[in-house]
């Protein structure tokens, strides 16, 4: 019956092959079969299909769009997939695969530039292997673990000025800077012999290209917030380092447009090596700077040009430019040069090498998102009201007097006095009946998606936090009040991803969520808040929470949505005292590695 009868020496070449083919199929469909259920390789391969559909899927805009209405009614009933393993460290706007294709004209390609939602895969941000909860501050300004962040370029290049060094599982940083190799302590002792800094006069600082940010780590100590930045550059994470060391950054870039901050802000401004040229296309740096430095505030350069070789043109030029706005010589030490800006409007003279002029009356110099760079100097008599250091009460008086410039708004004191109160019952809310993890050492990064007037901050005052208060880029510009009251924070688009790393914060505040991606004054959506939620996580570190108070229609969206980005999400009623129809969600993010995402 058939060939398998047949003596073998009667079977033809032709029924060996074929009997050789189905044996050697039937064999391998088992082989396949056995790696497939029994060992990790299936697992490999399924994620890496469930990789290839979701980069297909984000290729293909209206396949996009579909997933993400899926996932807003909570009929994706999977979470969002995990994207590739080369996105650990991913900013989506400061990306140098996409920006090395701009203009370098005045560092154009080094700022913010977003790619559209469809644009960007919808997926979540992995911790790289070998990943462990940071290291709790205060020891977390010294220490952090090496696997958390592990780039090596900046120990290899600067481990000899005191910037950090890799010790065991941990990166040491003994507190040095390029200018200040012997630690950031001296340095500020040395500051203090020209400054007043430690008697509360001065309060918010800003400090560029800021390294390591090791000053602005140590002014702490003297009850002054530095906001430091840098850009995504060669050293690649610098700013990373900063935050993973528990000290307020982010990621910005001095070159076209303003710094996303209102006008006379800072009450210290700071470079050490920054290598800003400030007197470059007719001084428009040093005129952001005197835009953003309180009247009376003091500015230190240490470093190029100040009495550097070579550089006596660019160090003349500097000085020129610093006389022509009436800026106080206070002190030439070494290479670090103190001046002291005048407290009324600029003394600027008809005519300058510079070519100086006040900006016009009607330029409102609070601008500043996306708002290109002016050469023109920002009048003090725009704003209204004494704001000048040594006028303002000192910290931490300050920090409930309602300012002068809250008057801007209709009502404003009143307003102000009215929200301080709320977020000091909201806060104690927080922590005696939800029993949320803030004033504990679980939470040191804080950030406040809509901080108003930063009443929220306020009522932290007593923790060892520091919060990123953001005021959205379309609402009403009180960020001033925030810097006025001893606060940092910056303007940003909630339609855009955030200027920050991946695991930059353990606590995350957002009232009105939904009113930050809607056309002011409208119903109608700017963009998608399953995208916003994702930029959250994306921000958010493993076990992090997450804090929405918004109406109970939308806290039960988000809810929906927490499930898909791996958040466990609990809902909340409001505290007692409070008004309105609102409700809390709290959601912790799940500490999940690549092993689990077939879980």
């Not at 469909?29 to 391969?45: E, M, Q």
């Not at 559909?53 to 396949?63: C, E, G, H, I, V």
Request: net charge positive; charged share 20%.
């Amino acid at each position: 019956m058939g060939h398998l009868n047949l003596p073998a020496s009667k079977r033809s070449p032709r029924q060996w092959r074929l009997l050789d083919l189905i044996s050697a199929v039937f064999f391998g469909i088992v082989i396949v079969f056995f790696l497939l259920v029994f060992t990790p390789l299936g697992d490999s391969l399924a994620a890496s299909g469930r990789q290839a559909l979701l980069l297909s899927t984000n290729a293909d805009p209206k396949q996009r769009h579909r997933l993400v209405a899926l996932v807003e009614l909570g009929q994706h009933h999977q979470p969002i997939e995990a994207c590739p393993a080369n996105a650990v460290d991913h900013m989506p706007c400061e990306d140098p695969r996409r920006n090395s294709q701009l203009s370098r004209e005045m560092n154009f390609y080094r700022e913010r530039h977003c790619p559209l939602p469809e644009e960007t895969p919808l997926c979540l941000i992995l911790p790289p292997n070998g990943y462990k909860i940071p290291v709790r501050w205060p020891d977390s300004l010294t220490k952090i673990w090496h696997d958390n962040m592990p780039h090596n370029k900046i120990a290899d290049r600067k481990g000899h000025q005191g910037w950090m060094k890799l010790e065991g599982p941990h990166f040491i940083f003994p507190g040095g800077g390029t200018m200040f190799p012997d630690g950031a302590i001296q340095y500020i002792d040395k500051l203090g012999q020209y400054i007043p800094i430690s008697d509360g006069v001065l309060r918010t600082a800003l400090d560029m290209g800021c390294g390591v940010a090791s000053f602005g780590g140590y002014l702490l100590s003297k009850d002054i917030l530095a906001m430091s930045f840098a850009p995504r550059d060669s050293h690649k994470s610098q700013i990373q380092f900063a935050l993973e060391r528990g000290i307020p950054a982010f990621v910005a870039m001095l070159g076209t447009r303003r710094l996303p901050f209102p006008a006379f802000s800072f009450d210290l401004m700071h470079c050490s090596r920054c290598l800003i040229p400030f007197t470059a296309y007719n001084a428009t740096y040093f005129l952001e700077v005197d835009r953003l430095l309180r009247p009376g505030g003091y500015l230190v350069i240490s470093g190029p040009p100040v009495q550097w070789a070579n550089q006596d043109k660019e160090w003349a030029d500097l000085q020129a430019v610093a006389r022509a706005l009436c800026y106080e010589l206070i002190a030439v030490d070494g290479n670090t040069a103190v001046w002291k800006k005048p407290a009324g409007d600029s003394c600027l003279p008809n005519q300058n090498e510079f070519g100086l002029e006040l900006c016009d009356e009607s330029d409102d110099a609070s601008d500043a998102w996306y708002y290109t760079l002016k050469k023109c100097v920002s009048r003090t008599s725009s704003v209204k009201g004494e704001f000048a250091v040594g006028m303002i009460p000192k910290w931490p008086e300050r920090l409930t007097k309602a300012p002068a410039r809250a008057t801007l708004m209709r009502n404003g004191i009143d307003v102000f006095e009215a929200d301080t109160r709320r977020w000091a019952r909201r806060v104690a809310y927080y922590k005696n009946t939800l029993n949320l993890k803030l004033g504990t050492p679980a939470v040191r990064n804080v950030m406040d998606m809509n901080a108003f007037f930063g009443g929220f901050a306020a009522a932290l005052k007593s923790d060892a936090v520091w919060v990123m208060n953001v005021v959205p880029a379309r609402k009403s510009s009180t960020l001033s009040v925030i810097f006025d009251r001893g606060l940092i924070g910056v303007y940003h688009d909630w339609c855009e991803p955030f200027s920050t790393y991946p695991r930059s914060y353990d606590f995350i505040h957002v009232t009105g969520i939904e009113s930050l991606i809607k056309h002011p004054g409208s119903t109608k959506n700017r963009c998608n808040i399953v995208d916003l939620m994702v930029e959250m996580d994306r921000m958010l570190r493993p076990e992090g929470t997450v804090v929405v108070r918004d109406s109970p229609e939308v806290i039960e969206k988000i809810a929906r949505i927490a499930h898909a980005v791996r958040w466990t999400a609990t809902i909340h009623e409001k505290e007692a005292a409070s008004h309105g129809r609102e409700k809390v969600l709290v959601a912790t993010k799940i500490f999940w590695q690549l092993a689990s995402v077939s879980n």
